[in-house]
C-alpha cells in the first residue's frame, strides 16, 4: 500500500535551516507530482510547494518563494524539503501528498518549529 514518512523536523531559530524528507513507497514513484503543505495551530492545511513527476517544473506557495526549494530523486522514492531564512510564521506541521489511482495520499507529518 502507499506509505509516506516524513522525517527531518525540528527546533529552529529564525534565519535557520532545516531539510525535510519524504521517504515513499507502495506505487511507481517516478510517475507522480508530488507536493508539501503545512497546517499551522488554528490554521487551514495550505500548499507549499509541488514537484511534477520528473522534477522539471516546481511550484510554491509566495510565502516560502526564494526561501524553499523542492526536490526529488526518484531513484531513492524520495522527496526534500530544503526551507532557508526560516521565519516564526513557518512553524507548523509538513505534510507530503501524492495523488495516486485519483486519491490522495499523506504522511504522518513532522513538526517544524521556529523559535528562538
Known amino acids: 500500500q502507499v506509505q509516506l514518512v516524513e522525517s527531518g523536523g525540528g527546533l529552529v531559530q529564525p534565519g535557520g535551516s532545516l531539510r525535510l524528507s519524504c521517504a515513499a513507497s507502495g506505487f511507481t514513484f517516478s510517475m507522480y507530482t508530488m507536493s508539501w503543505y503545512r497546517q499551522a495551530p488554528g490554521k487551514e492545511r495550505e500548499l507549499v510547494a509541488t514537484i511534477t513527476s520528473t522534477g522539471g517544473t516546481t511550484n510554491y506557495a509566495d510565502s516560502v518563494k526564494g526561501r524553499f526549494t523542492i526536490s526529488r530523486d526518484n531513484a531513492k522514492y524520495t522527496m526534500l524539503l530544503q526551507m532557508n531564512s526560516l521565519k516564526p510564521e513557518d512553524t507548523a506541521v509538513y505534510y507530503c501528498?501524492?495523488?495516486?489511482?485519483?486519491?490522495?495520499?499523506w504522511g504522518q507529518g513532522t513538526q517544524v518549529t521556529v523559535s528562538s
Open positions: 501528498k501524492a495523488a495516486v489511482w485519483g486519491r490522495a495520499y
